[in-house]
């Protein structure tokens, strides 16, 4: 990381996606700050990353510092920013990586404090091929936009994106992984009993996830061109109700995450 202090507010599934990522580019974790009221998984975290800074309860030395990255549930924002509010520097930056909670809205948390970012992180960072979208406070400087996605480099492409867009790419990209994980990884292990080696398995299961996407989007072909292209179709008695499933529960979703709801 840069000369410039981290401070996470929340130890959990999010700052370990990151902290592993910049681990494995090779960034120094020294300058990074974690707090967590769970001793437990600050514990897991320091383990796992010696190197960084913990403490237990303390949200307020997280929000000390110049760069805070808000890592709770939606929940329980309110809460956290009513507590941290003084404790912010007028030269910091804060990140949050919630949905629903627009940047006016987390302004007026706390009390008008305007320097702030939302991103929308994604698991794959975790290996540094993340997509993590952002949205900027229209106030904040360009040198201080440059400084976060510089201080966010290692983990994945960060585009920027119009704020009431985030949202629709928490359902695409940030919860996208836990639709296929499932089936890839089964894939992978039925391959595997029919015979094929752990290493041909997955080498064929991600040149095949390459391939498929790459049909999506360079064939110039129609969703039915390109499924029209496999004539065996072992899923087909399934695939409707997995789809239905898509859409009642994605859009439940959509509509407990938008704002303003």
Request: charged share 20%; glycine share 8%; net charge negative.
């Amino acid at each position: 990381m840069s000369t410039s202090t981290v401070g996470f507010i929340g130890g959990g599934r999010v700052a370990r996606i990151m902290l592993g990522g910049w681990s494995r580019a090779g960034r120094s974790l020294t300058e990074i700050l974690v707090s967590d009221p769970d001793a437990n998984v600050l514990d897991r975290l320091k383990s796992d990353f010696p190197e960084i800074q913990t403490a237990v309860g303390d949200s307020l030395q997280a929000a000390a510092q110049k760069l805070v990255v808000l890592a709770v549930h939606p929940p329980a924002i309110a809460t956290v920013l009513s507590t941290i509010g003084p404790s912010l520097r007028a030269d910091a930056v804060l990140v949050s990586l919630a949905p629903k909670l627009t940047i006016g809205k987390l302004s007026a948390l706390l009390g008008g404090f305007s320097r702030i970012v939302r991103m929308i992180p994604n698991a794959p960072s975790f290996v540094g091929q993340g997509f993590n979208p952002v949205a900027f406070a229209p106030s904040l400087a360009e040198q201080d936009r440059r400084g976060v996605v510089q201080q966010f480099d290692g983990l994945g492409e960060m585009p920027e994106v119009a704020e009431e867009t985030l949202e629709i790419y928490a359902i695409l990209t940030a919860m996208g992984p836990t639709y296929l994980w499932p089936q890839l990884y089964e894939l992978r292990s039925l391959s595997q009993s029919f015979g094929l080696s752990a290493e041909d398995a997955s080498l064929a299961l991600a040149a095949m996830v390459r391939g498929v996407l790459a049909t999506m989007n360079d064939a110039g072909l129609s969703q039915e061109q390109v499924e029209d292209l496999i004539p065996v179709k072992p899923l087909a008695d399934v695939q409707p109700a997995l789809l239905e499933a898509y859409r009642t529960k994605l859009r439940g979703v959509m509509e407990k995450i938008r704002p303003g709801a």
